[in-house]
């Protein structure tokens, strides 16, 4: 089978007997979370009407400035004419994005990608790595005795508009880093309060979660099923809400901060869901098993959950993959027991993941690291863009690509569900 399956060569129907395989009690196939499982769906807004320069103009305004055809400068100046032109009318026409703020990341009724997190914080705090570019070109500028055009300061706020304006390098800084240095500007718990404000009241699922929890409803129907298992780093609680309107019994486990223990949250509709999750408190990952009534879906959080009673595992700052990847190597380990008990000798399917983030990568290696592979298992990866990069890491690992938008992946691959729910067992 080819490793990137794309429009008619998606085979839909082979794939939906590796996820609702009707033939045993075992799981096959693992569903792993990513943020683009939970997002808003992409539209793009309207470009604004640009006044652009005619080109005699614009060569008129290169050949003044006695810059010669065919070198860079000549190329870079009409870059920035063009932009400076494209910036106005973005700026006039009022559709520049805004800075998001916790009170709209709040009701919103997606959860906030990285990007619009790593705005906030870069806002909050009042930092950007765009103020070392900001100082590198004023100094630039002042050792070569440039006429002065904009303070340090003009020079940053003009390459954040332009930045937030295009989408090019936005936001400047990563999540990782800017949620680190918000964290030691304010303190940990700032940084936890403001994350549970903007992910707990989220309640719009994506067709995705249905999917999933109808999956796991036909897996758990079946005589002498075991626990369903579905790994997510994201930090939300649609998948168990989608499991819940299913009345689906769950577990969720996640490893917290502090203690590095494992936490076990039940749903409610478990009889003694509290003292079940107290029964499970205490235990380090390598000797977690889960003391559960009969079989369930168990959704293990990777990068923890900001459910409104959860403690705080999140996995956000460049500290917390520190810690975390000092975690594996330690001798309790990250991975609960009984999650690496379920992932041996399965297949993951990544959906809503690119593979170019290196979190991503770093949580790759470690599940693969757990999971005890004998044979040759075929992971695969629900990705809308397939670049150079994925290429590579495709090749190095063997993942397939399903080079789908996620909606569209669930909307085609839907149709077989109920057959294999009605599969004989």
């Avoid at 569903?31 to 683009?36: C, E, H, I, M, R």
């Amino acid at each position: 089978m080819p490793k990137v399956l794309a429009g008619d060569d998606i085979p839909y129907a082979a794939l939906a007997r590796e996820l609702f395989d009707p033939s045993g009690n075992e799981q096959k196939l693992i569903p792993f979370l990513g943020a683009g499982a939970s997002l808003a769906p992409v539209t793009s807004a309207a470009p604004p009407a640009v006044p652009y320069p005619d080109p005699k103009t614009i060569e008129d305004i290169l050949d003044l400035l006695k810059l010669h055809p065919g070198g860079h400068a000549r190329t870079v100046v009409q870059l920035m004419l063009l932009l400076g032109c494209y910036l106005e009318a973005v700026e006039t026409s009022g559709k520049l994005p805004p800075q998001p703020d916790l009170a709209q990341l709040r009701e919103e009724a997606y959860p906030p990608s990285a990007a619009r997190l790593a705005r906030f914080f870069t806002h909050e705090s009042k930092y950007t790595v765009l103020e070392q570019v900001g100082a590198s070109l004023k100094r630039v500028l002042t050792d070569t005795k440039a006429p002065s055009v904009a303070s340090e300061r003009e020079l940053v706020e003009a390459l954040d508009t332009l930045a937030r304006a295009t989408g090019i390098a936005d936001p400047p800084d990563p999540l990782s880093s800017i949620s680190n240095f918000y964290e030691k500007l304010l303190n940990r718990g700032r940084l936890w309060s403001d994350l549970r404000e903007m992910f707990s009241r989220k309640t719009t699922l994506r067709p995705i979660h249905d999917l999933i929890a109808r999956v796991a409803k036909a897996h758990l129907n079946r005589p002498g099923a075991v626990d369903y298992l579905v790994i997510t780093t994201n930090y939300d609680t649609l998948i168990e809400q989608a499991l819940e309107a299913l009345h689906v019994p769950y577990a969720v486990l996640m490893t917290e901060r502090e203690t590095r223990k494992v936490v076990v949250r039940f749903s409610p509709d478990i009889p003694d869901a509290a003292d079940l999750a107290s029964r499970n408190e205490g235990y380090f990952p390598n000797a977690f098993v889960l003391d559960r009534p009969s079989s369930l879906v168990v959704i293990y959080k990777m990068h923890g959950c900001l459910h409104p009673q959860a403690r705080d595992g999140v996995i956000i700052s460049d500290d917390d993959y520190v810690n975390y990847l000092a975690g594996l190597e330690a001798a309790n380990g990250m991975i609960p027991a009984h999650v690496k008990a379920l992932m041996r000798e399965k297949a993951f399917l990544f959906l809503g993941y690119s593979l170019k983030d290196w979190n991503f990568r770093i949580m790759f290696e470690a599940a693969l690291r757990t999971r005890q592979i004998k044979g040759k298992v075929s992971d695969y990866s629900v990705m809308y863009s397939v670049g150079r990069y994925e290429e590579g890491f495709i090749e190095d690992t063997g993942v397939k690509v399903i080079q789908s938008d996620l909606a569209e992946f669930t909307k085609q691959i839907s149709p077989y569900v109920p057959k294999l729910e009605e599969a004989p067992a």
